[in-house]
Nanobody, 127 residues
Framework: QVQLVESGGGLVQAGGSLRLSCAAS????????MGWFRQAPGKQREFVASISWNGLSTYYLDSVKGRFTISRDNARNTVSLQMTTLKPEDTAVYYC????????????????????WGQGTQVTVSS
């Protein structure tokens, strides 16, 4: 059974940084493309970033390009999201997600593309 556990959320001031991590178990990690989504209060869950199984392909939501960086450590079965220059509009619950594919990250950005999900971690950015 696939299990994804996020950590690293918290409260930060605008302009600050946070690093989220997701630990994966119950899967062959190198077979999976990994993604981060977020859901703000009263809004739909939206795609944030994804990374291919080998880390060579990444894809980002336009509004986080240049501020967020997704990475993975296949030896430790973890995927991370480094978030800098945070804005109040980045406030949301952030979710880790997994998809069993070797394809490029740019093809997968819809919720339905991903089969496994974590429970989420809260990120709050104060102004």
């Amino acid at each position: 059974q696939v299990q994804l556990v996020e950590s690293g959320g918290g409260l930060v001031q605008a302009g600050g940084s946070l690093r989220l991590s997701c630990a994966a178990s119950g899967l062959t990690f190198t077979r999976y493309l990994m993604g981060w989504f977020r859901q703000a209060p009263g809004k739909q869950r939206e795609f944030v970033a994804s990374i291919s199984w080998n880390g060579l392909s990444t894809y980002y939501l336009d509004s986080v390009k240049g501020r967020f960086t997704i990475s993975r450590d296949n030896a430790r079965n973890t995927v991370s999201l480094q978030m800098t220059t945070l804005k109040p509009e980045d406030t949301a619950v952030y979710y880790c997600a997994a998809k069993n594919t070797y394809n490029s990250a740019r093809y997968y950005y819809r919720e339905d593309d991903f089969s496994s999900w974590g429970q989420g971690t809260q990120v709050t950015v104060s102004s």
